[in-house]
């Protein structure tokens, strides 16, 4: 009672009643399509340069152009000449080209990201995205899912077989993620009719009858209170201990699962070159045990939200860096570091509003494919600078030579410009291969 619930949540069991507090046009989804939409008012660097150099370029072509009429009229002693070569020299000194493709290279490249679930809010955003050396990453929702599984049973005094199944009939009637990772674990039917009694002790654990039997499953403060023999163990993971009939019977371990493509995109990431940090609340042996698996380059654990930004302020001094998180509790490093990505799908609101980056599909591996295409885009963008003003300045001293014709002037503009527009234009297929 009192949780939010997410557009799009999906209900497995029982019966709600959900209060609208938003209408659509105040939904995070419809902020995050604003914000894309708004994107083209936070220019990147490559666009404020263009916008510069017009301001300049276009008053010094014009200039030049009339320079062009006296020079020449006075030299050929025809002033037709000199118009017809000022003419020539203005359609090559047309700013076409730069001005319509390098907007349309972020636009394109922020589109494409679109298409692969990256929402991107505005192009300075590439500017950094394209300039990351660290990336930081929460643990669980980010490299986790938050699903768990069984991974030890230590020290059963039972058969495995048993001790699961009277786990598993100690979780039969909860939802709770680790209910759902012993009851996929137990191998045997549970016959519903025989449970009764059950309670749920808080923050113990729960006590069932199945058939007449008193099953106890819980942590290690459940079977102390109920005083029960047993051993405390010390291991990675969440311990879950079970008694049948006042007898200890073993400890179950459960670890949180690493989502599918993590250990693919930690290998991406490092194949760039960045370094890789994990920022965790979880104890810091967790949190090592989980970056060993994923060869992360290192691990911060036992971390309250304020711990974060400071390990991120303290990272940030070796280059530019990029946080990736989901909670509540993520919104402020996320917003602190140079670059914040969220995942969107499991992320909270806050999250997503404080990020600069939403990853729609919460999958790692866009991490990736999000800083492989901003540098694609950056070099798109400067390939298309380097070309048009290359052609202009080559074709601009052929025309006030008079070596240039008008078709030569016609190609230094419009065909320069659909060139650029064509090569701006493959950005609308996001992928992972060099521009």
Same mark, same amino acid.
């Given at each position: 009672?009192?949780?939010?619930?997410?557009?799009?949540?999906?209900?497995?069991?029982?019966?709600?009643?959900?209060?609208?507090?938003?209408?659509?046009?105040?939904?995070?989804?419809?902020?995050?399509?604003?914000?894309?939409?708004?994107?083209?008012?936070?220019?990147?660097?490559?666009?404020?340069? *263009?916008?510069?150099?017009?301001?300049?370029?276009? =008053?010094?072509?014009?200039?030049?152009?009339?320079?062009?009429?006296?020079?020449?009229?006075?030299?050929?002693?025809?002033?037709?000449? +000199?118009?017809?070569?000022?003419?020539?020299?203005?359609?090559?000194?047309? =700013?076409?080209?730069?001005?319509?493709?390098?907007?349309?290279?972020?636009?394109?490249?922020? +589109?494409?990201?679109?298409?692969?679930?990256?929402?991107?809010?505005?192009?300075?955003?590439?500017?950094?995205?394209?300039?990351?050396?660290?990336?930081?990453?929460?643990?669980?929702?980010?490299?986790?899912?938050?699903?768990?599984?069984?991974?030890?049973?230590?020290?059963?005094?039972?058969?495995?077989?048993?001790?699961?199944?009277?786990?598993?009939?100690?979780?039969?009637?909860?939802?709770?993620?680790?209910?759902?990772?012993?009851?996929?674990?137990?191998?045997?039917?549970?016959?519903?009719?025989?449970?009764?009694?059950?309670?749920?002790?808080?923050?113990?654990? *729960?006590?069932?009858?199945?058939?007449?039997?008193?099953?106890?499953?819980?942590?290690?403060?459940?079977?102390?209170? /109920? +005083?029960?023999?047993?051993?405390?163990?010390? /291991?990675?993971?969440?311990?879950?201990?079970?008694?049948?009939? +006042? /007898?200890?019977?073993?400890?179950?371990?459960?670890?949180?699962?690493?989502?599918?493509?993590?250990?693919?995109?930690?290998?991406?990431?490092?194949?760039?070159?960045?370094?890789?940090?994990?920022?965790?609340? $979880?104890?810091?042996?967790?949190?090592?045990?989980?970056?060993?698996?994923?060869?992360?380059?290192?691990?911060?654990?036992?971390?309250?939200?304020? $711990?974060?930004?400071?390990?991120?302020?303290?990272?940030?001094?070796?280059?530019?860096?990029?946080?990736?998180?989901?909670?509540?509790?993520?919104?402020?490093?996320?917003?602190?570091?140079?670059?914040?990505?969220?995942?969107?799908?499991?992320?909270?609101?806050?999250?997503?509003?404080?990020?600069?980056?939403?990853?729609?599909?919460?999958?790692?591996?866009?991490?990736?494919?999000?800083?492989?295409?901003?540098?694609?885009?950056?070099?798109?963008?400067?390939?298309?600078?380097?070309?048009?003003?290359?052609?202009?300045?080559?074709?601009?001293?052929?025309?006030?030579?008079?070596?240039?014709?008008?078709?030569?002037?016609?190609?230094?503009?419009?065909?320069?410009?659909?060139?650029?527009?064509?090569?701006?234009?493959?950005?609308?297929?996001?992928?992972?291969?060099?521009?």
């Amino acid at each position: 009672v009192g949780d939010a619930v997410l557009s799009g949540s999906v209900n497995e069991t029982g019966v709600l009643e959900i209060v609208v507090q938003k209408t659509y046009g105040d939904s995070t989804v419809a902020r995050i399509l604003e914000l894309v939409e708004n994107s083209e008012a936070h220019k990147a660097k490559a666009e404020r340069f *263009i916008t510069r150099f017009s301001r300049v370029y276009t =008053p010094t072509v014009v200039a030049a152009s009339v320079v062009t009429v006296i020079v020449t009229a006075l030299l050929t002693k025809s002033i037709d000449e +000199g118009i017809a070569r000022a003419c020539t020299f203005l359609v090559i000194s047309c =700013p076409c080209a730069l001005v319509i493709s390098i907007p349309l290279s972020f636009f394109a490249g922020i +589109g494409g990201l679109s298409a692969q679930g990256i929402l991107v809010k505005g192009a300075t955003v590439i500017d950094r995205l394209a300039a990351v050396k660290n990336i930081v990453m929460d643990k669980t929702g980010t490299l986790t899912s938050g699903t768990f599984a069984v991974t030890t049973i230590l020290h059963a005094r039972v058969k495995e077989e048993q001790l699961l199944h009277d786990a598993a009939a100690a979780e039969y009637f909860s939802s709770h993620p680790l209910a759902l990772g012993i009851r996929a674990a137990n191998p045997t039917s549970i016959d519903e009719t025989m449970l009764t009694d059950m309670k749920q002790i808080a923050g113990r654990g *729960i006590s069932i009858c199945e058939n007449g039997n008193v099953i106890l499953a819980g942590n290690a403060r459940l079977l102390k209170e /109920q +005083g029960i023999l047993f051993t405390e163990e010390e /291991q990675h993971g969440t311990l879950v201990y079970v008694a049948r009939n +006042g /007898q200890y019977e073993g400890c179950i371990v459960l670890q949180d699962q690493i989502k599918e493509g993590a250990v693919s995109a930690i290998e991406q990431l490092k194949k760039e070159g960045l370094h890789t940090v994990i920022l965790s609340g $979880d104890d810091q042996a967790l949190t090592q045990e989980v970056a060993r698996k994923l060869s992360v380059d290192e691990a911060i654990g036992a971390c309250m939200p304020e $711990d974060k930004v400071k390990e991120v302020e303290r990272i940030r001094q070796r280059g530019m860096t990029a946080f990736v998180g989901d909670g509540v509790n993520d919104a402020p490093v996320i917003a602190s570091a140079d670059v914040g990505l969220a995942m969107g799908g499991i992320g909270s609101d806050a999250a997503i509003e404080a990020a600069d980056i939403v990853l729609m599909n919460d999958r790692p591996e866009q991490i990736s494919l999000a800083i492989q295409s901003a540098r694609r885009i950056l070099r798109t963008a400067n390939i298309n600078i380097y070309f048009a003003i290359s052609i202009k300045i080559l074709t601009l001293i052929f025309g006030a030579l008079g070596y240039a014709n008008m078709w030569m002037a016609i190609f230094a503009d419009t065909g320069v410009a659909m060139l650029c527009v064509l090569n701006a234009m493959r950005l609308l297929r996001s992928n992972t291969k060099p521009a």
